[in-house]
Nanobody
């Protein structure tokens, strides 16, 4: 089992940058595929990015491709999301999640409590 705690969310201006992180407990962090999801206000949760167990492969939603970068540090048990060129549409609660395999949100077994990112226009 793994516990996830996100941090770093805050208010930023359009065009700004922000890095959010997720700290994982447990000794088997490298066994998990890690993902970032977000839920904009009044909307469904949506996929943002994921990264493979070793960090050598990442996949992004079209809406963030070229602006966001996911990374992980298996020695520190952390996964991060660097967000550049932020837009008001990026406003959401951001969640990190852990899974034993790649896939959609249904395959993720563990979720953090979320961190709020607000982009002002």
């Amino acid at each position: 089992q793994v516990q996830l705690v996100e941090s770093g969310g805050r208010l930023v201006q359009t065009g700004g940058s922000l890095r959010i992180s997720c700290a994982a407990s447990g000794r088997t962090f490298s066994s998990y595929y890690m993902g970032w999801f977000r839920q904009p206000p009044g909307k469904e949760r949506e996929f943002v990015a994921n990264i493979s167990w070793s960090g050598d492969s990442a996949y992004y939603a079209d809406s963030v491709k070229g602006r966001f970068t996911i990374s992980r540090d298996n020695a520190e048990n952390t996964v991060s999301l660097q967000m550049n060129s932020l837009k008001p549409d990026d406003t959401a609660v951001y969640y990190c999640a852990a899974s034993y395999m790649a896939g959609d949100a249904d395959v993720y077994d563990y979720w953090g409590q979320g961190t709020q990112v607000t982009v002002s226009s």
